[in-house]
């Protein structure tokens, strides 16, 4: 069965600096695609980022990017010049290429200091 | 456009009581997943319906949870005799697309999700 894990419950980052959070997972299969998705108080699930595993190349948003080690399974997100609106609880998921479940890590509380 | 709703955004339920929760997808979304997120964790898969079809229900944790979406548009979560393990935020989401029919597939299906429910059990 495939596991994603979080390891850091919480971390705090000064604003406008840049914070890692990280992100290992296990999975047997090749294909598959892992997110990092938002969550604020309101709940709303919000995708930050996506990377497709069949990709070498890795994936950037504006401020977030992602730093995919396929070999090692692991999966962070940087984000940088970080703000005020970037805190929230931040999970790490994997969805199979061959169904649309999605399988989330239990999360990053960031908090983002003034 | 509007987004994924669920109501009631808060549900307070004593212990026995029966509850329904529900979800309004995004018009057209063929996909419905309803996930559980207990307090601190990430959320977990409960079940999947694509159109009024209920095609994996293997995250439901009891006999006690059923979902239903007759129609193929708005889904209902119910829950039997409540317990207090069953407090949790539950969430809801959407997608155009179904399942893969068969074999592996690059396609890329957003999930859209709600705002969730939060149903505490006393």
């Known amino acids: 069965a495939q596991t994603v894990t979080q390891s850091q419950p919480e971390m705090s980052v000064q604003e406008a600096e840049t914070v890692t959070l990280s992100c290992t997972y296990d999975?047997?299969?090749?294909?598959?695609?892992l997110f990092w998705y938002k969550q604020p108080p309101s709940r709303q699930m919000i995708l930050v980022i996506r990377q497709e595993a069949y990709k070498q190349q890795n994936a950037t948003e504006n401020r977030f990017s992602v730093n995919f080690q396929k070999a090692a399974k692991s999966f962070s997100l940087k984000i940088s010049d970080s703000q005020l609106g970037d805190a929230a609880m931040y999970f790490c998921a994997y969805r199979s290429n061959r169904d649309d479940k999605i399988i989330f890590g239990k999360g990053t509380r960031l908090h983002i200091l003034p | 456009g509007a987004g994924v709703s669920q109501s009631p955004r808060y549900k307070v339920a004593k212990r026995g009581q029966d509850v329904a929760l529900r979800c309004d997808p995004i018009s057209g979304h063929v996909s419905l997943f309803w996930y559980q997120q207990a307090l601190g964790q990430g959320p977990e898969f409960l079940t999947y319906?694509?159109?009024?079809?209920?095609?994996?229900k293997s995250g439901l944790p009891s006999d006690r949870f059923f979902a239903e979406r007759p129609e193929g548009s708005v889904s209902t979560l119910k829950i039997q005799r409540t317990q207090q393990e069953d407090s949790a935020v539950y969430l809801c989401a959407s997608s155009r697309q179904a399942y893969p029919s068969g074999g592996i597939t690059n396609s890329y299906n957003e999930q859209f999700f709600g705002p969730g429910t939060r149903l505490t059990v006393l």
């Open positions: 999975t047997s299969e090749s294909d598959y695609y």
């Open positions: 319906f694509q159109n009024e079809a209920q095609l994996d």
